[in-house]
């Protein structure tokens, strides 16, 4: 697959990416503490629970991601 995604996009698409993943991971597991794999509509549950948290966590980790990015520069030693 040839590269399609601008350089300038590259943050968007990394929070993008990795809040894609984490709330699915994380929602998964609350999903299964909470109702147990073997719930009636387990899937129902849990992918109600991830689009609402992803709705959530992509929009904050643009806003976040900056200030994070001055924390570390901040408090991270050069090599």
């Known amino acids: 697959m040839a590269p399609f ?5 590259e943050p968007v ?6 809040t894609f993943f984490m ?3 994380i929602t998964g ?3 299964v503490l909470v109702a ?3 719930a009636p509509g ?3 549950l849990w992918f109600r629970a991830w689009m609402s948290s992803w709705a959530v ?12 990015r ?3 520069r901040v408090i991270v030693r050069p090599a």
């Open 57 to 68: 966590a992509f929009p904050a980790v643009l806003v976040v991601a900056p200030f994070v």
């Open 70 to 72: 001055r924390i570390l």
């Open 36 to 38: 147990g794999v073997d």
């Open 5 to 9: 995604i601008p350089k300038r996009l």
């Open 29 to 31: 597991i609350s999903t």
């Open 42 to 44: 387990f899937a129902a």
């Open 13 to 18: 698409a990394f929070g993008l990416f990795l």
């Open 23 to 25: 709330t699915f991971i």
